[in-house]
Every structure is written in C-alpha cells, then in structure tokens.
C-alpha cells in the first residue's frame, strides 16, 4: 500500500497502530467505481485533490479490498514509456521504472489505476498526472547555499531525477547486503530544484491539510506533497529544496 499520513496531514486515519477500518469503510462507501482488468478501483476525492484509491477484486459474489493508495491530483502531467517494473506488484498497483522519448532520463514512479490499460510494454506511451510524496526534505536559500553546505559531497543536478536506490540495489561491486538494503527502498528518487510555488491545500475532512510544493524536473513540473512537520525550516517560493521521495503517477491516456 501506498499510504502517506504524515505528508497528507492525515493522521486521523491511524487507529491503533493500524488503519482506522471505520473510517476507510465510510469512505469506501463514498467512492466512485472506476472498471479495471481483473478488479475495479474505488476512488474517494477530497476538496484538496488528496485521492484515497480502494483496489479491489472480485472473490465470486463478493469484492474485496486488495490495498489503498493516496494520490494528489495537479496540473503536472508527464509523458513517458516503461522500461521495466520495479518490486513486488500488488494486485491492481505496479510500479514502473520509465524514461521519456528521447531516452536520456529515468525515474521510477507507482502507477494508479494502471489496470485501466489492457496492456503496458516499452512499446506504450502513457500521460501520466504526477506528484511526489517527501521522505526527506532539506530547504536552502538557493542552489549556492545548498552546494556550500553539500561541499565535499556529491552534488544533485538541478532537475535531475535520480533513482539512486535502484540504481545502487544493481551494483555488483557492492555486497549482498548492502545491494538488498537498497533494493527495499529502490523507489524512492533524488531530486532537487528552486520551488515554484507552494500552496495549502484543505481536504475538508476533520480541519485536514496539506502543503504543495512545485519544482521544475528535466520531465516537467513535480508537485511535492508534504507537512509542515516534516520541515526543519520553512519552505517557500524561490527556497531551493532537495528531496528523497516517492512519486506517484496517475495513468490519463496512453
């Protein structure tokens, strides 16, 4: 499951070490029905654009709830082909290592509802709504403050994707060990870039928000989806920001 309370300001929704069952149950039955091969999704839009994705197949008569994911609609679409997947899929929900057309970037990115598409190869082109969810953020003044207290590391291009983890998980030079503690984390992606905008968004649910941040990547626009607790110092436009994250791309056409 793909599932960010911290970032979304969702919190509310953790009962007992786990998911509030109740709750999700309610919003189960709020969703709209969207067809799927082999299932359906059940999608529930709040007033912020925060999406909660029900995955289901059906058992006989019945339909059961394969996993729930969190998405955020925007205005930032891509235009990318698949290369290979990444990890272990889960029913309805796969994730994808891609690049664009021309072939010389490449990012991994969750796909939902990815089974409202009869098939997906390196032949398919797909337009793709994208945002990202923040492990880490770190928040500069600009590019040089960022460079002057990275120096003697190495440095992030600015808009670069970079699937450092996945990249690492497949360096044979490295050991076993050390390859298979980055393959558990080989979606998350490195990015970084001036922002372009931040605005919060109210989920109208329980006095819910979020903030959203934009940054300009080498595949377009990326909105950033995050708390204000997960800052050390404020984010705002022309702040520049660096980011271990995990993107999420809902499929629009292909």
Request: aromatic share 8%.
């Amino acid at each position: 499951m793909a599932v960010y309370l911290e970032n979304t300001g969702t919190e509310f929704l953790a009962k007992d070490g786990s998911l509030d069952q109740e709750l999700l149950l309610q919003w189960f039955k709020e969703s709209k029905r969207i067809e799927a091969v082999q299932g359906a999704y059940y999608s529930k839009l709040f007033d912020s654009g925060l999406e909660i994705v029900f995955r289901t197949v059906n058992q006989g008569d019945d339909i059961q709830i394969a996993g729930v994911d969190m998405h955020m609609s925007g205005r930032c679409v891509w235009n990318a082909k698949p290369l290979s997947t990444v990890g272990i899929g889960e029913p309805l929900l796969v994730s994808l290592l891609m690049t664009n057309a021309d072939e010389n970037c490449a990012f991994v990115a969750d796909l939902i509802h990815a089974a409202t598409i009869d098939k997906i190869d390196e032949d398919t082109s797909l337009s793709l709504q994208v945002c990202a969810f923040p492990r880490a953020m770190d928040v500069y003044d600009s590019r040089q403050a960022y460079e002057e207290a990275a120096a003697g590391t190495a440095l992030l291009d600015e808009g670069k994707l970079l699937p450092f983890n996945y990249i690492m998980a497949r360096d044979e030079s490295l050991e076993q060990k050390q390859r298979d503690q980055y393959e558990a984390q080989e979606k998350l992606m490195l990015v970084c870039g001036p922002v372009l905008a931040v605005e919060k968004r109210e989920h109208g649910e329980k006095d819910s928000s979020c903030l959203v941040a934009t940054i300009r990547t080498e595949m377009g626009h990326l909105d950033l989806v995050f708390s204000a607790k997960q800052l050390i110092r404020d984010l705002k436009k022309g702040s520049y920001v660096v980011a271990s994250c995990i993107i999420s791309a809902d499929v629009l056409s292909q």
